[in-house]
């Protein structure tokens, strides 16, 4: 079996983080951001059609919208994170109900934990990840190097 090589892919200390919120969990996402605004102020956002506006609307922050998570927005911010313009995702997902969309979810997912980006999927994780003292500053992440050692 061959090793992967693994290369360095820092993340800066302003994160780019995606907000992404089921419909079921959009309170919860809207009260957290509010509670934590001054943490994301200090960072790039962007997310989810509707969590997006909803949480620039409930903070007052600049929030990027990308499509609504059944029209595209999962698989967008998957392309995203592929191309290194996503550090970290916020996504309340809910458990208990079945979403439409849901191989893109798990696409998602799969695409962050590939990339080795940080994930929370509810509140109690959102608020270690938000408060963790890399938040503000670079960190030192690594990256699996898939191509490495394969003939062109």
Known sequence: MSQNKKISAPLGACKRVALVAHDHMKDQMMEWA???RE???RH???GTGTTARLVARQTGLEVEPYQSGPLGGDMQLGGLIAQGEIDMLIFF??????QPHDPDVKALLRVAALY?????TNRSAADFLITSPY?????PRQLTDFEAGKEE
Do not use: H
């Open 93 to 98: 997902w809910d458990p208990l109900s079945p």
């Open 44 to 46: 790039s956002l962007c």
């Open 135 to 139: 938040m503000d500053r670079e960190y």
């Open 34 to 36: 509010a509670e934590r």
């Open 116 to 120: 080795n980006i940080p994930v929370a």
């Open 39 to 41: 943490q994301l102020a």
